[in-house]
């Protein structure tokens, strides 16, 4: 399954992290599509039937209709993602915590897998919030996904809070929305301090999630990739990984594990 070149890096990547005392992982849609969770961007795929146009944030906040269409769009999400079950890319993850080498993962998913698989939400970083949520634009106000989704499919078709009666949207970032302050500056300051930053099924190409692993060879890291296909950072790695992320992530920390105990 993996080649001699791959398992040579293998042991690399296992002995940075095993020498090293955080490790921050950062991941993307490809570290959940053996999950079942479709890459959005790939033929077939939601955005070759919708317009990402559409559903810019402006025009969200701007038109009834608009929320409509969006609430359609993610309630076909949300059903891909409750039926989604970490893989072992994800349960990987959650050894290295246990074995106290992980410093946090930076996810730009919304799936909230990383928490399924076990990872403690202090863990988890998110760039691009997380579907299982749903916050009021003007109160702040949170609410379960589950309840507004009811609220939806009961034929409330673009929801408003029962507080405040201001816009309902999934807690994930839209097209043209702001990144969460709080949230993109703590992952700036762990890729900058980390030693080791590995990112897994990402192609590095929407920012400013993708300047993380830029931040962390800034700050002296050893940067690792593991990506079926190119990525806007592979000149700036010291090892690329061209496989499938479960089988990889698996192999690593089992090596790790070899390596720790020693
Ligand atoms: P991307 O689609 O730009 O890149 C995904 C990369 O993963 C691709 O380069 C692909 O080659 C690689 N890949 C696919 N399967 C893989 C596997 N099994 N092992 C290793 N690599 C694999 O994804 P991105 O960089 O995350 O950017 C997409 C945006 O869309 C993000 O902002 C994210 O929030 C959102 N998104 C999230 C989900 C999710 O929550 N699961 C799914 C789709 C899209
Ligand atoms: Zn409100």
Partial sequence: MVDHTTEKQIETIAQWIADS??????????????????????????????????????????????RENYWKLHTEIYYTLLKAKPNPAHRACVKLDRMGKLDCVITQNIDNLHQNAGLPDKKVIELHGNAMKVTCLDCGEEYDREVIQHRVEGGDSAPAC??????????????GQAMPVAETAEA???????????????????????????????????????????????????????????????????????????
């Fill in 21 to 66: 005392t955080r490790t921050v992982i950062f991941t993307g849609a490809g570290v959940s599509t053996e999950s079942g969770v479709p890459d959005f961007r790939s033929p077939g795929g939601l955005w070759d039937r919708f317009d990402p146009n559409e559903f810019l944030f402006d025009k969200f906040l701007a038109s009834h209709k608009v």
């Fill in 188 to 262: 700036e300051r762990r890729s900058r301090e980390t030693a080791v930053f590995l990112t897994i099924g990402s192609s590095l190409a929407v920012y400013p999630a993708a300047y993380m692993p830029v931040f962390a060879k800034q700050g002296g890291a050893k940067l690792a990739i593991i990506n079926l296909t190119e990525t806007s950072c592979d000149n700036i790695a010291d090892s690329v990984v061209r496989e499938k992320a479960g089988a990889v992530m698996g192999a690593i920390v089992q090596r790790t594990e070899q390596l720790y105990e020693k």
């Fill in 162 to 175: 029962d507080s405040c009666k201001g816009i309902l949207k999934p807690a994930t970032i839209a097209f």
